[in-house]
């Protein structure tokens, strides 16, 4: 699936008509399948994001100021994060000309129809530990009502639950049958004694697609070989048992909770995911015909991943923005072929013939139709890094020295051409860079 995120440029925004305004009735949908709302806005087709907003969080009895939530138009191929004055009916009617924009999807897809639906879902540009400290916060009854907290939290969950559902979170499998049992216990309406006659039709919403291939393939050989390895099903009537035993005497509100905890402990959960591609290093092409790597570029307001676009996801590379330099290439001519890029530079490090350990900078070159939102995206949350470390200086009570915090540390959240002696030295293994990286060394 391709997604995309923040992107300022593209979207239109409201502005005043002197025309006759008709009310509009719109349909907007939350993380939690169960929660909708259909709304009549008077302003019609020039309403505005926020003003949407603000509406479903009246809906939802939770604070209007609240940055957890923001408004989405999202369809199969394309997924983008609204700004209170973009206005979504003038998006709807120029949805065919984004997805030409932004994704590689099929003149037969585009014609057939990718409408998108409005979706209020958590802010892209919310740090993780920024959501952990507001949940501690929300758990005192002077700031929110315990309902307006669970609503949050079950917002929260939900999303976090489709996220690792859909195969886009990469976990371990001991991570997988642990959250699938947290899981079972919450939305499955079963015993705490439940067995996997009962649990088995459940497990297609409780698990990726490639850990029910998985469990398929151990249960055969067992019954072919009989091996006696735990496979799938026995793993999640053990979590499952496991999670109704710390439900009992408290709210399964507190296994949601839990749910976020693992899923916070991932440094990319929250990601946007954006598709591209890469070329495969020329030392392992030999002159034999290849072709480009796809890929899952996360992206949030911490770090940014590169995973395998198969299943299940690879963790390719994970660099904090303190270990790289970026820069856009707009593509230069025009046609399906010819994709924008994304160049992402940072250290790893080799180990010489000698045995000691030698700092080389690497170059990613990776093409996508989305590389305009990554670099939107990734400028975004630089800034934020930017602000967050002059404000922490003058709270300290220290001189604020504009050379230190946006040019003294070059290699700290600036976009430039790459140079290697102002990069921050990262420790990568440096046969899974060869993999990614282009030939040359600078």
């Keep these: 699936m391709a997604e995309g995120g923040d992107h300022e440029n593209v979207l239109p925004y409201a502005t005043p008509s002197t025309s006759t305004i008709k009310p509009i009735t719109l349909k907007v949908f939350t993380s939690d399948p169960s929660v909708f709302f259909e ?6 087709k020039v309403t505005t994001a926020g003003q949407i907003k603000d509406v479903v969080l009246s809906r939802l009895q939770l604070p209007s100021n609240s940055d957890v939530f923001s408004l989405w138009l999202v369809s199969k191929h394309l997924q983008l994060q609204l700004k209170p004055y973009h206005c979504p009916c003038k998006l709807f009617k120029r949805w065919s000309e984004l997805l030409t924009q932004f994704t590689t999807a099929s003149y037969e897809d585009i014609e057939a129809g ?3 639906v409005l979706i209020l879902q958590r802010n892209a540009f919310l740090r993780i530990e920024e959501e952990r400290e507001m949940l501690s916060r929300l758990r005192r009854p ?3 009502a315990v309902d307006q907290i669970k609503m949050v939290v079950n917002l929260l969950y939900c999303e976090a639950r489709d996220n690792v559902i859909r195969g886009r979170y990469p976990m371990t499998v001991d991570e997988l049958h642990m959250l699938a049992g947290y899981q079972a216990a919450i939305n499955v309406n079963l015993p705490d004694t439940a067995t996997i006659d009962n649990l088995r039709p459940h497990l297609p919403s409780l698990y990726p697609s490639h850990m029910l291939d998985k469990g398929v393939v151990t249960r055969v050989m ?8 735990i496979g799938l099903e026995d793993s999640i009537v053990e979590s499952y ?3 109704c035993r710390m439900r009992e005497g408290c709210d399964p509100f507190y296994l949601k909770i839990l ?3 693992l899923c916070w402990s991932k440094p990319f959960y929250g990601s946007v995911m954006f598709v591209g591609q890469i070329e495969p290093s020329t030392r392992l092409i030999h002159r034999v015909a290849y072709q480009d790597q796809p890929i899952t570029v996360a992206i949030n307001p911490d770090c940014i991943h590169l995973f395998d676009a198969g299943q299940p996801r690879e963790t390719l590379l994970y660099l904090t923005y ?5 820069a856009f290439e707009p593509c230069s001519e025009e046609g399906e072929n010819f994709y924008s890029c994304l160049w992402v530079e940072f250290d790893s490090l080799i180990r010489t013939p000698n045995g000691e350990d030698q700092r080389v900078a690497k170059r990613i070159q990776i093409y996508s139709r989305q590389a305009p939102m990554m670099d939107a995206m990734i400028e975004h949350c630089v800034e934020g890094i930017n602000s967050r470390e002059a404000a922490l200086q003058q709270d300290e009570g220290d001189t604020l020295d504009s050379h230190h915090v946006w040019k003294g540390r070059d290699y700290q959240h600036r976009k430039r051409e790459p140079q290697e002696d102002k990069l921050s030295c990262v420790v990568i293994p440096h046969d899974d860079v060869q993999r990614l990286t282009l030939e040359s060394n600078f």
């Design 39 to 44: 709304e009549l806005f008077e302003t019609g």
């Design 114 to 116: 990718d409408e998108p």
């Design 142 to 144: 002077e700031i929110m």
């Design 222 to 229: 067992g019954l072919l070989f009989g091996s006696s390895g």
């Design 241 to 243: 048992k496991s999670a």
């Design 259 to 261: 749910y976020l905890q």
């Design 322 to 326: 303190d270990q790289l330099s970026w």
